[in-house]
């Protein structure tokens, strides 16, 4: 009658050396969706002091619009139109969806003074279009009616800040 101390011993063994029941399994939180990055607008380049930019509307849409050369010209603050310049925007926006140039198409061309590398130039001179546009649309006019580009620093004429000033600046003109 050995083997049944035996085999109880041996019971006793297999049962202790069994593993632990498996603990229940917990959600856990969804892993995360990594918010794609986007790139950063470049810096402003040093010695450009984009508050004084300009706008500077074509003479044929002045006339048109009846807009007086002293409106024509108008500081923006970076490539950011400033809220005392939207007023000049919202003209515009009313001579090309309801006055005289109803229906024509209108093109803005950002520039940036020579300074800094050609990309950036190009760049800085798109962002300034863009966001006169974004201020033109917000005021009424269709966006399929602007065009916008940028010519950078191709037509830079300047040579010191002052000068340069003039290179700051997105040309509203009538599109083709």
């Not at 798109?126 to 917000?138: L, Y």
């Not at 269709?142 to 003039?166: F, H, L, V, Y």
Request: aromatic letters at 4%; hydrophobic letters at 35%.
């Amino acid at each position: 009658m050995q083997t049944l101390p035996f085999a109880v011993i041996l019971s006793f063994v297999l049962v202790a050396c069994g593993s632990d029941p498996p603990k229940p399994v917990t959600p856990s939180a969804p892993e995360p969706v990594p918010t794609p990055v986007l790139p950063a607008p470049p810096p402003e380049k040093a010695g450009d002091v984009p508050s004084r930019s300009n706008i500077n509307i074509s003479e044929d849409i002045r006339k048109a619009c009846g807009i007086t050369d002293s409106e024509a010209f108008f500081a923006y603050d970076s490539a950011n139109v400033r809220p005392q310049d939207k007023a000049i925007l919202q003209k515009l926006a009313q001579c090309f969806s309801t006055g005289p140039l109803k229906g024509r198409q209108m093109r803005l061309v950002g520039h940036a003074d020579p300074r800094g590398d050609e990309e950036y130039n190009m760049t800085l001179g798109n962002r300034r279009a863009d966001n006169v546009k974004n201020a033109i649309v917000g005021a009424g006019l269709a966006g399929a009616q602007i065009a916008t580009t940028s010519r950078g620093e191709m037509d830079a004429t300047g040579t010191d800040e002052a000068s340069w000033e003039k290179d700051r600046r997105v040309d509203v003109m009538l599109g083709t």
